[in-house]
């Protein structure tokens, strides 16, 4: 498998080995031939037994024990989703940092190739490298947004040595031989190009998929005795991806071809003739020239590399021996009758990993985008030059220069940065345009009374230290008056309080002084004293409470507030009549006091009464006592009693009253 890190330029293939299931596995894996070690991850082991057997005489000289080498090994029972983690996605990872990568399924026809590349149709977890990877790219692509990422597709056949695009839409429709067949180009620089062949776009994994699916559709698919569908071409499926970083010239494309190839089979064994034979040539003979290459490759000293012997070595000529990091994943039949072939693959596999590759980052610069740098520094050259020289430019500014430059000043203007600056070249005619607009501009804002120039300049460049420290002495001052008067007009207000509350507890009228200040320290306040001055006439115990508002009151006002009282009376609608009720609440109460006088003169006539009635009981009791007596006197029959009762009746008479 093919080792390869950015730093580390240079790479050896070391393949990967993939032991497929099925009914001619579990075949050989009875018989044991095979045994895998993967206890070393970096370089597992495969050793195939081929125990010497009484047919072939008893001499015999046949090597029994054969031991291959390779960086990873799976058995049958490896899961689809291993195989691309472990494979695959390393490989993905880098052509999405700019690198070109190959992985390409080599082996015996049946050993299943096209099950590892393209995948099993009947189960989703039987996704083969194509659909995962596909997925996998886009998924990072969402991860990753902070580049722009174009993806295109081609899908090339490789067919009796005749190219094919299966994307081609006319595939379906005509014969294979009136489709447009997909030639190579070379370049000067050795470059391969491949005429005919289409790229298409995709944005997302579906789109991505459903050309797999087409391309997959048209594939040269036929029967064979070894294989019950198997795939008659080589097929290279090719992610081509282009990443770029907005606002940057710098362009980096990469491409991952994933190729199946098609499977090598013995036409004497299989028996196969007519149309199959031809095939099964032509698949010979490029897996013939594709070993050659990788031999050559594999010598250090070789100068020429027999590339152009076969469309399928041309087309990857750049993966086997060029800027590309390469992964082979060799397939192994594991039917006793296939031994040979099983072994044949195996050392096709161990030259391969002799091949060393040089990748490299494929970065461009994106063409158009430098054009349109270059125009701009010509431009700027230009109008140095005609400064310097004193040519100036003569011609009117168009309307779409005039455009620009309001754009640009409206920008500058509203860039709070105070470092930034326009830059409209050295173009005197776009100097003066722009300073003009910037005047009729100061000149509107003026006209609207904001000197937005005046009240954008930033404090600090405007004052100097000197002045700052007179302004914040002149501060300290007036703080100092402001707390100064303050406490007098406290003292004034307490003053003018307590003379208005002594006023009311002791009945009088307010001392001239105490009103005065009163008056003088907020005549607001005077009027709201006014105001509790006529409540407090109610009763002389109401008066105590009034006062206590008033004073309550008139502090937990502000000036402000009790300004605002003010204006609220004056205007308020119902002003008048509330006036009216004033004056009639005052009549009311001057009628309430007449009548409580009336009220106490009643009253103490009524005491007065009350007094003269106890003397007449006194009267009336000694005079009842006299006759008790009397009667006593006169009658010894008397009940003593009678006058005892008598005497506590009018005492109770008494006590009642
Ligand atoms: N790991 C596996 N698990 C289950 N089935 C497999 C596995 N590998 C191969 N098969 C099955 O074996 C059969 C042959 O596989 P496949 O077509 O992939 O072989 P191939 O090497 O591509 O053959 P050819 O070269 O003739 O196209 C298919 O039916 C495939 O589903």
């Known amino acids: 498998m093919l080792i390869h890190t950015a730093h580390m330029p240079s790479w050896t293939i070391l393949p990967a080995l993939i032991l497929p299931s099925g009914p001619q596995a579990s075949c050989l894996f009875i018989f044991q031939i095979y045994s895998v070690s993967n206890d070393d991850v970096s370089a597992s082991c495969l050793e195939i037994l081929v125990p010497h057997v009484l047919a072939d005489g008893v001499v015999n000289n046949k090597r029994e024990t054969y031991r291959f080498r390779f960086q990873q090994t799976f058995t049958q029972d490896a899961k689809q989703e291993e195989i691309f983690d472990r494979i695959a996605k390393p490989v993905a990872d880098s052509v999405l940092s700019g690198y070109n990568a190959t992985v390409f399924a080599y082996g015996q026809t049946g050993s299943g190739k096209t099950y590892t590349i393209t995948g099993g149709a009947e189960r989703y977890c039987d996704r083969g490298i194509i659909p995962r990877t596909l997925s996998y790219i886009f998924e990072q692509f969402q991860e990753d947004s902070s580049k722009v990422y174009t993806i295109h597709i081609s899908y090339l056949e490789l067919y009796n040595e005749c190219g094919y695009d299966l994307l081609d839409p006319r595939h379906e429709a005509s014969k294979l031989e009136d489709l447009p067949k997909v030639t190579i ?6 470059n391969i190009h491949l005429k005919n062949l289409s790229l298409q776009q995709a944005n997302n994994t579906e789109e991505a ?5 087409l391309g997959d559709t048209n594939r040269m698919i036929a029967e064979t005795p070894m294989n019950q569908a198997s795939t008659r071409s080589h097929c290279i499926f090719t992610i081509h991806i282009s990443r770029k970083e907005p606002g940057s010239a710098t362009v980096r494309r990469s491409k991952l071809h994933l190729v199946d190839l098609a499977g090598s089979e013995r036409v004497a064994k299989s028996g196969v003739g007519g149309q199959l034979l031809t095939e099964a040539k032509y698949i010979n003979l490029s897996l013939h020239y594709l070993e050659q290459v990788i031999i050559a490759l594999a ?6 590399i027999p590339y152009r012997n076969s469309m399928i070595t041309s087309v990857l000529r750049d993966s086997l021996g060029g800027n590309c990091m390469t992964t082979m994943i060799a397939t192994l039949s594991l039917d006793k009758r296939n031994i040979d072939e099983s072994i044949s693959t195996c ?39 005609s400064l310097i020289t004193g040519e100036q430019r003569t011609e009117d500014l168009t309307p779409a220069e005039t455009g620009a430059l309001e754009d640009k000043v409206n920008v500058f203007v509203e860039d709070r940065n105070p470092e930034s600056s326009l830059d409209v070249g050295a173009d005197m005619r776009k100097i003066h345009f722009c300073f003009a607009l910037l005047k009729r501009r100061v000149n509107e804002q003026k006209e609207q009374g904001r000197d937005v120039t005046s009240a954008e300049r930033p404090a600090s460049s405007a004052a100097k230290p000197e002045e700052v420290k007179r302004l914040r002495d002149l ?18 207000k307490k003053r003018a309080e307590d003379a208005i509350y002594d006023m009311h507890s002791t009945g009088a009228h307010p001392h001239p002084g105490a009103l005065d200040v009163s008056h003088s320290s907020s005549s607001l306040q005077s009027s709201v004293s006014g105001d509790a001055r006529d409540v407090s006439d109610f009763s002389r115990t109401k008066t105590r409470a009034g006062a206590h508002y008033r004073k309550t009151a008139g502090l937990a006002m ?19 009549s509330i006036e009216d009720n004033k004056e009639l609440l005052k009549q009311r109460f001057a009628e309430a006091k007449s009548l409580g006088e009336e009220v106490n003169k009643v009253r103490s006539r009524i005491s007065k009464s009350m007094r003269y009635k106890h003397v007449s009981v006194l009267f009336v009791w000694v005079e009842v006592t006299f006759t008790s007596c009397q009667g006593l006197a006169r009658d010894t029959n008397y009940p003593f009693n009678r006058g005892r009762e008598t005497m506590e009746l009018w005492v109770k008479v008494l006590i009642t009253l």
């Open 185 to 190: 180009m070379e370049d000067p620089d050795q």
């Open 209 to 213: 998929l459903n050309w797999l699916f």
């Open 299 to 304: 010598e250090k000293n070789r100068s020429h």
């Open 347 to 385: 050392r096709f596999a161990q030259r391969v990993a002799l091949i060393k590759n040089e990748a490299i980052l494929n970065e461009d610069i994106d063409p158009q985008l430098v054009i349109t740098g270059l125009r701009k520094e010509i431009q700027a050259l230009k109008d140095e030059l």
């Open 475 to 492: 501060l300290q001052q007036r703080d100092n008056e402001i707390n100064i008067l303050v406490s007098m007009l406290k003292k004034e």
């Open 558 to 576: 502000s000036l402000g507030r009790q300004e605002a009282f003010e204006i609220f009376k004056r205007d308020y609608a119902d002003r008048v």
